[in-house]
């Protein structure tokens, strides 16, 4: 995955590139859950995957500048 | 008696209320005129004419199965002329180019255009304080009529604008377009904040398209639908293109950004519930295209009902 991971600019263009990339393990748990409940999504069914793949865009937010 | 209710009556009606006033305002047409003004500035922004120049296409194959040839065509929301550029000079002469994006308008030079070209910047939803009635050949639309506010009202000045037996040929975004980002926005928006808000237009249905051209007064009627489908590496690829093409929300009401954690919920959404094998993942266009045209005498007409001479019965 680093070779993917290059130095780009803007905030945003760098969160799309983590939440697709860097944490995509994570970003894929996310979207299994609520493939399983989406016909009846309701605030924070899902939690605890997305605490884990925040914690892991933030990491990788603050560690490539 | 009478005094107290005339008073009554003035003022209940003195407040102007802005939703019973006059055609529901949807879209905040001078936000969309800044997007595309702004997109059509920007320098990658011919790289995003993919879905334009495939739509302007297929209007082309549907304008040319049109048997007649047009002095002027008038090209209303005409963007930098995706569909105008296609005119051939044996079928029409002159295209008369309106938009009420000024920067899109004069994007790309009178050289890349076959036909003899005008640019008119004006808004669209007033067709008649631009063109008299009665003085067209033909109008033609290609993805523009889905920012307009006032759909009905915008399809009656089009006819009106139209002389008799004068065409009218459209491609508007509808029905699916854009489910896939629609769906993966709310869902992520539903389960993160517990709401949802609008992120992308209400979209216009295909039945209500044939109801609205028959209402606005075209006989004739051809309505179809199609799709367009694209492939994005991710969610973040499509919704840069769709601000490099002027195509962001400009839907009226107090708008609140998305935020970080929910777009970025959305951008793990989209994949799992719409993803392809190959990784990338989809957006559908779908595009409704309608062919109508001004009643006149010469026309052909249906006979009256009770004359048919033959039972239907025998043909079937």
Known sequence: MSSTVTATKTPLARLALHSTATCSVQATAYGKCILATYTDVTKDVCKEEFARFSVCLREAMRRKQ | ?316
């Open chain 2, 1 to 316: 008696m009478l005094r107290s209710l005339a008073r009554f009556a003035a003022v209940s009606s003195a407040p102007p209320n802005p939703n019973t006033l006059g055609p529901f305002q949807v879209f905040d047409r001078n936000v969309k005129r800044i997007q595309r003004d702004r997109a059509a500035l920007r320098e990658g922004s011919r790289t995003v004419d993919y879905v334009r120049e495939e739509v302007a296409d297929r209007m082309m194959e549907r304008f040319m199965d049109i048997k007649r040839t047009f002095g002027t065509v008038l090209d209303l929301g005409s963007g930098s002329g995706h569909f105008t550029k296609l005119l051939e000079p044996e079928r029409a002469k002159k295209s008369v180019m309106i938009d009420s994006s000024e920067k899109a308008l004069h994007r790309d030079p009178d050289s890349e255009f076959e036909v003899q070209v005008e640019r008119i910047c004006a808004d669209e939803e007033n067709l008649l304080q631009i063109v008299e009635p009665n003085s067209q050949e033909a109008i033609v639309s290609c993805l523009s009529l889905h920012w307009v506010n006032d759909l009905p009202g915008t399809l009656v000045q089009i006819r009106e604008a139209l002389k008799p037996d004068g065409l009218f040929l459209g491609a508007m975004f509808g029905g699916d377009t854009l489910f896939e980002l629609r769906t993966a926005l709310q869902l992520a928006e539903l389960e993160r904040e517990g709401g949802i808000a609008p992120h992308i237009s209400p979209m216009t249905q295909t039945r209500d398209i044939s109801n609205l051209m028959g209402r606005a007064g075209f006989s004739l009627l051809t309505v179809d639908v199609d799709e367009v489908k694209v492939a994005y590496p991710d969610m973040w690829a499509l919704m840069d293109d769709l601000g490099a093409m002027g195509e962001g929300n400009a839907i009226l009401g107090p708008r609140r950004a998305l935020r970080r954690d929910t777009l970025a919920a959305a951008s793990a959404i989209y994949p799992v519930l719409h993803g392809q094998e190959d990784g990338s993942v989809p957006a559908t266009f779908q595009i409704i295209y309608m062919i109508g045209w001004k009643p006149a005498p010469t026309q052909p007409q249906p006979l009256e009902r009770g004359t048919g001479k033959v039972p239907l019965g025998d043909v079937l």
